[in-house]
């Protein structure tokens, strides 16, 4: 049965580097609505993809010594590769560098601009380079960003400009009389209270500060701002065509059916990519659902303590389906859900193990221990039956109704109910009493032809959400996963198949502190091999403090925790490159009568050869750490410019080597 299309997108995700796991839950999320849709009769269109564009991925590429194109592909195909990781549907998979793409962005800038929405003037405000957005002082939160809580610095620019203001009242009018338009409702109450109500200001829509963009065709000191270049992938990547006919495809997919984003980004979504839609003619999505963050339990995931959480390092642990399983039944509706080692592990050992798990085992084994793995209906019924095949047909209906309002991890909580209901079951008819009677032989057949159908049943619902082990489980019973068309009438699975005869392990129990350990060990080996100083480099650059402003304050210290630290004039005597290394030189530095090693991110400011003779600040008590595989004995002070501009902290008078910086 076809209940039409359904074209649901993801955000794409900006290449700036590797995604972590709250940004690859999203991904996740899209595809088991996705999954879920498809085996409920729609006609599914599952788009993801990159976002390529940026002053922040102009730096990035210009730090690594490549390219921007060199740099967005090398990231593009990670994202890419984890996604596909992850066992996720996806139908296209869009890249804002895609040629198609560019092309109709100039079209679309052209036709905006030549429709009057779009006007030439220049901008002056506050620039916060990561989420490349100008802001207001009236906008930022303690004098920062308020997305991201970053430093913003004073930017002037000649600027191309949107009219926002022109259709704010239109799309007010239009959220007001579609209450499901933006979702869940605290985020409309959100939108509207902090950026409609009090007024829209016109939205810069180019740049002429950096080069890596789309070319506005008609003037090329712009380039397209990046969200209008971004935001656009929604209808350019089904065959939108600005000025012209487009294809098949994007008359009968849009509008879009779901937008899924993360609530940071819920602004551009709901109000700039709306009114973009109405400039151009185009209906409007139909939904926008904002989900919660996935956060870390013991502390913000941070590059530079080393303790960032991969996708990937996930499923090394614990596997494909109970990394999808943790994120999505931990996710509440609106608020944020916590991930942490000790919580993937305790899930894991009492949905999965236990309840999941232990029930397949225990089922399949029971029947090949009583019947050779025969699974028949003996049409020997009791009261007892009728709740278990009450549950087992009524899921579905339940699992729908959560899932008609993005309630994930409802759903599932429904699904492993009925798996909850068949361990209750065992208990209830006790099938190794019904073994020790000859005359309950089909009594027992019965009650293990019933667990059987009822398993088959959950594994069907279960299939969206973890279609690896839901494929399992059908394979150990020898049959094949329902439509969901089949599964409010009990009793399908054909009676007198055969299991098999040595039912899988689904998910083994885990031991908690060998789990912690081996990531903490994960944890230290990674800080090593990047190197934790390079990486807190890294960390501060991306921050973009602008020159002039001061940085934000840390904690206090006492003169006593100050006089702990040991700085001196050391002096360079040798220097080379670090091998495979695009920012490491390696220095031998004379500090008094000894020769320290210091490894420093600096090579793409100094040459080994003009290091040599220089007079530089060096902590000198730092413990040893390796970086790229070499040890460092300290660490030479520089001074940081808001481009990431480096400059070696230098005497101002000739001091000789070893003198104390104090």
């Known amino acids: 049965m076809n209940k039409g299309k359904y074209y649901i997108t993801t955000a794409i995700a900006y290449t700036s580097g590797k995604p972590h796991i709250g940004n690859s839950y999203e991904i996740v999320l899209a595809d088991s609505i996705a999954r879920f849709k498809r085996k409920d009769g729609y006609d599914v269109f599952f788009q993801t993809g990159t976002d390529e564009h940026g002053q922040k991925i102009e730096l990035k590429a210009q730090e690594a010594g490549v390219t921007p194109k060199e740099y967005v592909d090398g990231i593009a195909g990670t994202i890419k590769g984890l996604w596909n990781l992850m066992d996720t549907s996806y139908d296209h998979f869009i890249r804002t560098t895609d040629d198609y793409h560019e092309k109709q962005v100039q079209k679309i800038f052209r036709k905006l601009y030549e429709q009057g929405d779009i006007y030439k003037g220049s901008y002056e405000g506050l620039y916060c380079t990561p989420c490349e957005s100008f802001w207001t002082e009236s906008q930022l939160v303690d004098g920062k960003c308020p997305d991201c809580g970053r430093e913003v610095k004073p930017a002037k620019e000649e600027a191309y400009f949107f009219k926002m203001s022109k259709y704010a009242d239109r799309l007010i009018a239009h959220i007001n009389s579609h209450p499901e338009f933006i979702q869940p409702v605290s985020r409309k109450n959100e939108m509207m209270n902090n950026f409609l109500l009090p007024g829209l200001q016109d939205l810069c829509v180019s740049r002429t500060s950096f080069k890596w963009g789309v070319p506005v065709d008609f003037d090329d000191k712009h380039v397209v701002y990046v969200w209008l270049d971004a935001l656009t992938n929604y209808i350019t990547g089904i ?59 013991d502390g913000k995931m941070s590059k530079s303590k080393g303790n960032v959480l991969y996708a990937d390092d996930l499923v090394n642990f614990f596997g494909v389906d109970a990394v999808r399983y943790f994120v999505l039944h931990e996710m509440p509706f609106e608020n944020d859900g916590t991930i942490s080692w000790e919580l993937m592990v305790e899930r894991i050992n009492s949905d999965l193990a236990n309840t999941l798990g232990n029930l397949v085992n225990r089922t399949i084994s029971m029947s090949n221990k009583y019947f050779g793995g025969i699974v028949a209906d003996k049409g020997c019924r009791e009261d007892v039956d009728k709740e278990l095949k009450a549950v087992a047909t009524g899921t579905y209906k339940r699992a729908a109704a959560k899932m008609e309002d993005l309630r994930v991890a409802d759903t599932l909580t429904e699904i492993f109910a009925l798996f909850k209901r068949c361990n209750k079951y065992i208990d209830e008819t006790e099938p190794w009493v019904l073994a020790k009677d000859e005359a309950k032989k089909d009594r027992l057949a019965t009650v293990l032809y019933n667990l059987v159908e009822s398993i088959l049943i959950g594994a069907s619902l279960l299939e969206p959400f973890m279609p690896s082990t839901a494929k399992k489980i059908a394979g150990q019973l020898n049959a094949q996963l329902r439509g969901f068309d089949e599964l409010t009438e009990f009793g399908k699975y054909t009676s007198g198949s055969k299991v098999t005869e040595r039912p899988e392990i689904l998910f083994a129990r885990l031991d908690v502190k060998e789990v912690v350990e081996k990531a903490e060990a994960m944890f230290e080996e990674r800080e090593k091999a990047s190197g934790e100083h390079e990486n807190k480099a890294s960390e501060n650059k991306e921050q973009g403090t602008p020159e002039g402003i001061d940085l934000a304050p840390k904690a206090e210290i006492t003169y006593d925790m100050f006089d702990k630290l040991q700085f001196q004039v050391g002096e360079i005597i040798a220097c080379e490159e670090v091998p495979k290394s695009r920012k490491l030189l390696c220095s031998k530095v004379r500090i008094g009568s000894q020769v320290k090693q210091i490894v420093s991110g600096i090579k793409q400011h100094y040459s080994a050869e003009e290091m040599v003779g220089k007079k530089v600040m060096v902590l000198v008590n730092l413990k040893p750490a390796k970086m790229a595989g070499v040890v460092s004995e300290g660490m030479l002070l520089c001074a940081e410019d808001a481009e990431g501009n480096l400059a070696l902290l230098t005497p101002e008078k000739d001091m000789p080597s070893g003198a104390e910086i104090c």
């Open 239 to 297: 065959g939108y065509e600005c000025g012209g006919e487009s294809t098949e495809q994007y008359h009968k997919l849009w509008p879009a059916d779901l937008h899924l984003i993360g609530k940071d980004i819920i602004r551009f979504h709901t109000i700039y990519w709306p009114i973009f839609l109405m400039a151009l003619g185009e209906p409007l999505p139909k939904q926008i659902f904002g989900h919660p963050w996935l956060l870390q339990g």
